[in-house]
């Protein structure tokens, strides 16, 4: 859906990494990283939260339920720790 519907040139090539939903469905935090790193984090939540209203309604017109939570967009640095970590490794087996 973000790929396809939503025309925002600061989501592109983002993906979300996890959705955490609370007990109440009342909120869902949407966790999102980026291809280049952590330095498109600001324009990446911006646009994100632009679309967040479209975004809510299109999900929450695929998805039965009776109420659908409201979405709350976060940052993950994951994806950048996992890709340090490997280079760690990588360069620990180069020296072996």
């Known amino acids: 859906?973000?790929?396809r519907?939503?025309?925002?040139?600061?989501?592109?090539?983002?993906?979300?990494t996890d959705v955490k939903i609370d007990r109440e469905l009342a909120f869902a935090d949407v966790y999102v990283s980026a291809v280049e790193g952590a330095s498109r984090a600001?324009?990446?939540l911006a646009?994100?939260?632009a679309a967040s209203g479209f975004i809510r309604r299109t999900l929450a017109s695929r998805v039965e339920m009776r109420a659908f939570p409201k979405l709350r967009f976060h940052?993950?640095?994951?994806p950048e720790h996992a890709d340090h970590i490997e280079k760690i490794l990588a360069d620990l087996r180069e020296k072996k």
Do not use: A, H, S, Y
């Open 42 to 44: 600001p324009d990446v």
């Open 75 to 78: 940052w993950d640095p994951t």
């Open 1 to 3: 859906m973000l790929i």
């Open 47 to 49: 646009g994100l939260e």
């Open 5 to 16: 519907e939503v025309n925002d040139p600061r989501l592109k090539q983002i993906f979300v």
